[in-house]
């Protein structure tokens, strides 16, 4: 037992000695090894430590040394110092642009007159003429902000037909082009082959570029517009609307992804299509590759070659655009390919594969939520990137492709303005766009920042933000005719409308000859009447933006409308549910005349009806900024010439803008008899010409719009118990029913 | 040391046999051994290891612990910075590889003493508090790994926040000697206070390679769009002080300045604004009698009276942030803080995160030379929109400036959206503050789309045994000229079907489901025989609707695809002297719900009501055999924000000469229970989402004096 003991202990000391020279003696341990094992034994959760040091403040002020900075630098020079520095390929608005040309008069773009002999190819006249028909155009250089040339510098491919030589010397000469300065130049191509660079192939000196194709390195953020490439055919105004006709449910279609394409073999951008093969699994994976292009194809051609393009013509482009979720859209020569708008319109989510391909309008698009970003270096992990998208999301990214397409892609002329409204919102800041109102329905073009900087004050935007519009409405009521009797229907109108509980104030807008009747002569309500005499007394003034309405809605009235209470309380509880359409109570339609080829108006009592009168209706009071606005000095002088149409207008504006009908709610008989017998003298009604002006009407306006904005409804909007067989007493809106 | 000493205690069970006394000796022999053995590791082994191994544990306490490394002068210094860098470009993005969870790992360099041949640091401060916290939030996150080669991104532990007190040619050298830096790829640098005296550089100074930059005060010409990140100068005030909530809403100042290192040009035109508009401005300077320190960070002074900074900032509409020698301040944080709206007079900074912020919705940009406009410039925005931007600015401030641990996840967050932008985080989801995402709605059907006629519509058919009204329900409904499909849903697992040939004869297909189990809820399953949007959900007693009503109900349902468009109205009332919800049947005015005995939606309601119906609602109307409508209601007016709409006024379904409410319904424990449906589902939805409307839908000449046959829907029945 003892020897056990002394045999234990010696043992034991033994070992303690190897340990200590063990540690002492500093043989070092394979650190690495060690470390990571000790680490992960005894803190894993918390790898950085907790420091107990009294570590140092930030101290994030400006301080001594600054000051002495503040001092001695003024900032007017520094900025003097930046402007002058910050040139070419570093321009950006605070040094290449020259603010002050846009201060007097707005934002104004003027259009170099066109000289005898120079060749302008069809897609840069549609960009010229769009500008001209704008409502920013001047033909005065001295009020311009923005010039635009009358050069044709869309295609700077000199190998192209359309390449316009002497460019360099062409522009110098320009009297007015001051170095480019406050200058826009549109560009589609440039480069040409073997390295397609995207130089222009003259000094653009400090002018913006809205161009086709750029990438990240050439472009100048909040100077430069990334544009679509589009082609010859793309219409000027209107376009095609988007293909999604509906949603389906699983959102996969028949394709999971697919392209069709050439395959350059070599030289640049060729790469990423040359891969492809190894993603095409010619089931739900179709990606297609041709080497057939060029003449001398045969001679770059590789071992691939054949079997590629077999399978190539076994499929058809149409058919996989527009039976696929996703549309791959892989860079060509260029970073941009026709692809793209293809893929927008046909609902097809595009799978971007062009790196450092500056997306179209990406400085107010948010493209991720309409678009898959994929990187050309994992084009192996795209279809397993495309298979982890959630259904709700490609529901989504769907649905966003259609709606940018319509407002942004459709048209030569929707691109054009949205290039516009990008450098518009530059140039006044304070009012510009915020990103919602870029990115949801219906889009900037609609959404004019002028009228409000506050979203709650558009319609559109209330479910967004989680609120409701005001539960009050302005009457404005359109007065043509002389007050000479205490009988007079707007004398009955001013008082059933001031009975409405949801009646804030009445304006009366006087646009008759004689003048503004006695205060006294107006009925007592017990909401306030506003006289407005109408400036030029055209009918347009009625769609004014007058300060003086202060609710959300407006209730737009002619005199001699009949209107009880009870009707414009439903009417309005209507409004409240759909604050972006127009509710109104006589309606109209409009059809297509085969014979005549040509839009037709009728008044006629039909199943359906595409517009409602705004002499008795209840809509957003943006839309008469919208109308004032937006809408150009052709249609609206038109509108004043025929003191006529201008419900027509408003009708093609709202659905221009919401892409639905208006509503129409039940009126009482006899004010459907009143405006069908229209006999009074003064009535415009009872004109014969009124029915051939208002056809005319249409069609001039469908042809500004580029289409026909209206959509028919088969629908009106009544009471719950409307003609119920229940107790009249049961009844919220009774009136209504009563003769 | 406690811990050997439990250790020594435990020792008795490694000898157990033994006889107490000797057990006594042994345990004391063998605990002074063992505390030998770990004294000397605590004394020997330590400093040695640390010496030996770069890359050792940063588990210890004092930063002045970190391992000493000694850059030569001859080490290389990486270069500039090539301000071409994208993503594309200098980034590896192979590092970061696929994965499920689609966020990017993070690596954070072990902490280390950087001193140059003769010993001195590199940097005069050392690790800053601020960059500690910033650290250990990151490592803490789910971001971080501590493998350094599954790592995508790198996080030196070289604090370069303030580039005043960096050695530049020095620290450029430190980063360079990192295991992985190889130039500079993937590599993260955070700083605030870039440049220095005297021309003050918008970007850290510190030549980098390709790393990228986390930078406060990047101008438009040093960011790197895309590939730098843009971060706020963080004020520590922020976790100093905490202001009481204010609600946004008109304060006592207009236009409050409270830096103090305003340049005196901009002071003068500040003044001259104060003269023109008087007590609607507040300028404020730093206190004359005050010495320097943080006391004088917390106080301004105005004509010899004293405010306490922050605080004062709350009682001001907008408060200025003008430019200094740097672009970013740190005064943007305690304006935000503030609920003030900045009124950011800095041309070509770039906003923190203005990647993806929507600084429009939070802020005022005035360029420099407009600063004598400023007042009418702020005066011209409405009311809601400044109270909305106070929300909105505060908001901002919560989520990504208070702490070094919100500014460095949501630096990462950027960079994890641009890496995996299908996965990134939404517009709405960055820059809505919960109350809004709370109310707001974003309806999955957004795009305005009136659907052809041309599809159809399938009618699904809920059926249990009534063989003889489910054959006249199939008759009436196969009159109506848009169905597609008949889907009869066969809920009684005891029966089978009528063989096919008892079948009424119809000219569309025919198709019978039978189900697993009795549920209601089989009734919205997204079967994939629905190949049409619109679902016509029918019971298998509704005998009684028209082919015109039906085919006006589908018309309907094409002008509001995103709705409920049913036939029978009910309401929902609150009961004010029960305290809670009521269902309600009678004729009333208005509508809140359609019944799903008859009514038409989109089938993505079907994938939403079998798939995503929140909390246990699907089970309690499975168990309740009841109120499936009315969760169905609940479901698409929730996530549609929109009310449904009643189309034509019948009241009788079943049966000419029922009652109005017929069967079921009249029962009084019937409507208790509805009742309750709605309290359960009220609260399980945390909303009353249902919306109450006043009007139905009826054929434009529904009612009119005009000859019927001549009307698209004359066969409207009011019974």
């Known amino acids: ?739 | 040391m406690c811990a050997s000493v439990k250790y020594g205690s435990r020792g008795p069970a490694l000898i157990p046999r033994m006889k107490t006394k000797h057990r006594i000796y042994y345990i004391t022999l063998f605990s002074v051994v063992l505390l030998g053995l770990i004294a000397t590791g605590m004394f020997q082994f330590w400093p040695h290891s640390i010496e030996s191994s770069a890359e050792w544990s940063l588990d210890r306490r004092s930063v002045h612990d970190a391992p000493l490394v000694r850059i030569p002068m001859s080490s290389p210094i990486p270069e500039r910075g090539d301000l071409s860098c994208r993503m594309h470009t200098c980034f590896d993005v192979y590092r970061c590889g696929y994965n499920p969870k689609n966020k990017i790992k993070v690596y954070i360099y072990p902490l280390q003493r950087f001193v140059d041949e003769v010993g001195v640091p590199i940097s005069s401060t050392g690790l800053s508090r601020e960059y500690n916290d910033l650290l250990s939030a990151i490592s803490d996150s789910d971001f971080y790994t501590d493998d350094v080669t599954r790592a995508c991104l790198f996080i030196p532990s070289i604090d370069v926040l303030n580039q005043n007190s960096l050695r530049v040619r020095e620290t450029a050298q430190a980063l360079a000697v990192l295991p992985r830096w190889d130039k500079g790829m993937n590599h993260l640098l955070f700083n605030m206070l870039p440049g220095g005296p005297p021309d003050y550089n918008t970007a850290l100074d510190v030549p980098r390679d390709r790393a990228l930059l986390a930078g406060g005060g990047f101008s438009t010409w040093t960011y790197r769009q895309g590939y730098d990140v843009s971060i706020p100068v963080y004020s520590p005030l922020s976790a100093e002080v905490d202001l009481p909530e204010r609600q946004p809403g008109p304060r006592r100042y207009f236009i409050l300045s409270s830096q103090t290192a305003i340049h005196r040009e901009y002071r003068v035109e500040l003044e001259r604004l104060k003269e023109e508009n008087g007590e609607a401005l507040l300028l404020l300077d730093k206190c004359s009698n005050l010495s320097q320190g943080l006391a004088s960070v917390r106080k301004r002074c105005c004509k010899g009276q004293v405010y306490d900074y922050p605080q004062i900032l709350q009682e001001s509409s907008f408060c200025v942030v003008l430019r200094g020698a740097r672009l970013g301040q740190a005064t943007l944080s305690d304006v935000l803080q503030a609920g003030c709206v900045p009124v950011i007079m800095a041309d070509s900074y770039i906003l923190p995160f203005s990647e993806v912020l929507d600084w429009k919705r939070a802020s005022v940009v005035i360029p420099e030379e407009k600063l004598p406009e400023m007042y009418t410039i702020l005066k011209s925005i409405p009311h809601r929109q400044v109270e909305e931007m106070q929300r909105q600015a505060h908001w901002f401030w919560e989520a990504y400036f208070s702490s070094m641990k919100a500014i460095g996840m949501t630096t990462l967050q950027i960079i994890n959206d641009r890496i995996y932008p299908y996965a990134a985080r939404t517009y709405e989801e960055w820059n809505n503050p919960s109350v809004v995402k709370w109310s707001s709605v974003n309806s999955p059907l957004f795009l305005p789309l009136i659907p052809p006629r041309s599809p159809g519509f399938t009618a699904v058919v809920l059926t249990y045994d009534r063989i003889e009204s489910l054959f006249r329900v199939i008759t009436e409904i196969s009159k109506v000229p848009s169905l597609a499909k008949l889907l009869v849903v066969w809920n009684n697992q005891n029966k089978s079907p009528p063989e096919e040939s008892l079948w009424p004869k119809v000219t569309v297909p025919l198709k019978v489901v039978r189900t697993k189990e009795n549920k209601l809820s089989n009734r919205f399953f997204p079967f994939d025989e629905i190949e049409t949007e619109a679902v016509l959900a029918i019971d298998d007693d509704i005998i009684m609707l028209t082919s015109d009503e039906l085919q006006f109900g589908y018309e309907v349902w094409r002008e509001f695809p995103d709705r409920l468009v049913g036939y029978p109205g009910r309401l929902h009332l609150w009961d004010h002297e029960m305290g809670k919800w009521k269902y309600e049947s009678e004729w009333t005015n208005e509508v809140s719900m359609v019944l799903t005995g008859a009514a038409f939606y989109h089938k993505y309601f079907n994938y939403l009501y079998t798939y995503k119906m929140p909390g246990d609602i699907k089970n309690w109307v499975d168990a309740h055999m009841n109120c499936e409508d009315i969760a169905m209601n609940f479901l698409v007016a929730n996530i549609t924000g929109k009310a449904p709409i009643k189309v034509t006024p019948r009241k009788k379904f079943k049966c000419p000469e029922c009652t109005a409410i017929d069967g079921l319904s009249l029962d009084q424990t019937h409507m208790v229970e509805r009742s309750e449906c709605i309290n359960k589902f009220a609260s399980v939805f945390g909303t009353m989402p249902l919306k109450v409307v006043e009007h139905r839908a009826d054929p434009v000449l529904y009612k009119d004096d005009f000859p019927e046959k001549l009307k698209s829907f004359p066969n409207i029945g009011s019974l």
């Not at chain 1, 050439?262 to 179709?286: F, M, P, Q, W």
Request: charged share 20%; hydrophobic share 35%.
């Open chain 1, 1 to 739: 037992m003892q020897a056990k003991k002394r045999y234990l202990i010696s043992l034991l000391t033994g070992a303690f000695l190897v340990l200590l020279f063990y540690f002492g003696g500093g043989v070092p341990g394979p650190a690495a090894t060690g470390s990571r094992s000790r680490h992960g034994y005894s803190r894993p959760e918390q790898p950085w430590p907790h420091f107990s040091d009294p570590l140092q403040h930030l101290s994030p002020w400006d301080h001594s040394d600054t000051e002495e900075y503040n001092v001695h630098i003024s900032p007017r020079q520094k900025r003097d110092v930046n402007s002058s520095v910050y040139k070419g390929k570093r321009c950006r608005m605070q040094s290449c642009f020259d603010f002050s040309l846009c201060q007097r008069n707005g934002f104004k773009v003027y259009v170099y007159p066109q000289q005898k002999g120079e060749k302008i190819s069809e897609s840069y006249q549609n960009i010229l003429s769009t500008i001209e028909g704008s409502r920013f155009y001047t033909s005065d250089p001295g009020q311009a902000c923005l010039f635009v040339l009358s050069l044709d510098t869309l295609d700077r491919d000199q190998l192209s037909p359309q390449y316009v030589h002497n460019l360099k010397t062409k522009v110098q000469s320009l009297p007015l082009w001051n170095n480019g300065r406050n200058h826009l130049i549109f560009n589609l191509y440039s480069g040409t082959w073997p390295d397609y660079t995207e130089d222009l192939g003259f000094d653009i000196g400090q002018a913006m570029l809205a161009k086709a194709s750029i990438s990240t390195e050439n472009f100048r953020p909040n100077f430069d517009v990334s544009i679509p490439l589009f082609s010859k055919e793309h219409p000027r105004t209107g376009g095609d609307r988007g293909y999604l006709k509906y949603n389906t449910i699983p959102p996969f279609r028949k394709y999971m992804l697919v392209f069709k394409g050439k395959r350059y073999l070599t030289g640049i951008g060729s790469d990423t299509r040359n891969a492809l093969h190894h993603v095409h699994n010619a089931e739900d994976v179709v990606l297609l590759t041709t080497c057939k292009h060029g003449k001398d194809w045969q001679k770059h051609k590789d071992a691939r070659c054949d079997k590629d393009n077999a399978e190539y013509d076994k499929y058809d482009y149409r058919e996989m655009l527009h039976n696929s979720t996703f549309c791959l859209v892989p860079r060509g020569r260029r970073l941009g390919s026709f692809r793209f708008l293809e893929a927008l319109q046909a609902a097809c989510v595009p799978v971007m594969l062009s790196n450092g391909w500056e997306l179209p309008f990406s400085e107010v698009i948010d493209w991720n939520t309409a678009a898959v970003i994929g990187d050309e270096r994992l084009l192996l992990q795209i279809p397993s990137t495309v298979r982890s998208i959630h259904q709700d999301k490609i529901l989504a990214l769907r649905q966003q492709t259609q709606f940018l397409w319509e407002a942004y892609f459709s048209s030569v002329e929707k691109i054009v303005l949205t290039t516009l409204e990008i450098i518009q919102d530059r140039v006044l800041q304070q009012t510009s766009r915020s990103n919602l109102m870029w990115n949801s329905h219906p889009g900037g073009l609609f959404t004019l920042p002028q009228y409000s900087s506050y979203l709650g004050d558009f319609p559109f935007f209330y479910a967004k933000l989680g609120i409701k519009p005001n539960p009050k409405f302005t009457a404005v009521i359109h007065a043509v005719t002389p007050l000479v009797s205490q009988s007079q229907p707007i004398l009955k109108l001013l008082v059933s409308v001031a009975r409405s509980q949801y009646c804030a104030q009445i304006i009366v807008l006087w646009n008759c000859d004689k003048p503004l009747p006695a205060k006294h002569r107006w009925p007592a309500t017990s909401v306030p009447i506003i006289v407005i005499e109408g400036e030029n007394k055209v009918m347009s003034s009625r769609f004014q933006p007058y300060d003086s309405i202060i609710s959300d809605a407006v209730l737009s009235l002619d005199e001699d409308t009949v209107l009880s209470t009870t009707e414009v309380d439903f009417a309005f509880t209507v409004w409240q549910s759909f604050p972006e359409r127009i509710v109104g109570y006589p309606a109209r339609s409009h059809f297509w005349d085969n014979n005549k080829e040509r839009w037709g108006y009728t008044s006629k009592w039909t199943n359906d009806y595409s517009m409602v009168l705004t002499g008795a209706a209840i809509y957003h009071r943006y839309y008469h900024f919208l109308y004032t606005n937006f809408l150009p000095n052709s249609l609206k002088s038109m509108v004043d010439q025929l003191a006529n149409c201008e419900d027509i207008l408003m009708n093609f504006l709202v659905s221009a803008v919401t892409k639905l009908p208006p509503i129409k709610v039940t009126q009482k008989k006899q004010y459907k008899e009143t405006m069908m017998a229209q006999s009074s003298r003064a009535s415009r009604w009872a004109d014969p010409d009124h029915f051939a002006q208002r056809q005319t009407c249409m069609n001039k306006f469908a042809s500004w719009f580029g289409g026909m904005p209206l959509v028919h409804s088969q629908m009106r909007l009544d009471p719950v118990l409307f003609k119920d067989q229940v107790s009249i007493l049961r009844k919220k809106y009774r009136e209504i029913e009563r003769l």
